[in-house]
C-alpha cells in the first residue's frame, strides 16, 4: 500500500509508510493524517452479516467518540462492500 493514493469522500491520501496496523499517510492539502484500512476478505466468513457487523461497529464508534475524548476520533471513513474493505482517517 505504501505509495499508493487512495481517495476517501474526494479527498485523496497519498500511503507513506506502514505504522502497526495503520499507516502514514498524507492528504492532498500535505496534512500528515493516519490511515487504519480493514480488509474483511482476509476474515474467516467474510459476507454480508460481517460486513454489517463492521458498519455497526463502526456507528457504536461514533457513538462514544460524541460522549467522550477517550476514544480515537474517526474524520472520515469510507466501506467498499464489494471489495470487503473500509478506509478510515483517524487522525
Known amino acids: 500500500m505504501v505509495g499508493r493514493v487512495i481517495d476517501i469522500h474526494g479527498k485523496s491520501y497519498t500511503f507513506e509508510q ?8 498524507r492528504s492532498s492539502h500535505g496534512n500528515h493524517v493516519a490511515i487504519k484500512v480493514v480488509d474483511l476478505r482476509r476474515v474467516p466468513g ?12 463502526v456507528r ?3 457513538k462514544l467518540r460524541r460522549e467522550s475524548d477517550h476514544v480515537v476520533q474517526i474524520y472520515d471513513f469510507d466501506f467498499d462492500p464489494r471489495h470487503g474493505r473500509g478506509e478510515f ?3
Open 60 to 62: 457504536h464508534l461514533e
Open 18 to 25: 506502514r505504522l502497526g496496523a495503520v499507516y502514514s499517510a
Open 46 to 57: 467474510f459476507g454480508e452479516t460481517l460486513a454489517e457487523s463492521y458498519l455497526n461497529e
Open 89 to 91: 482517517n483517524i487522525s
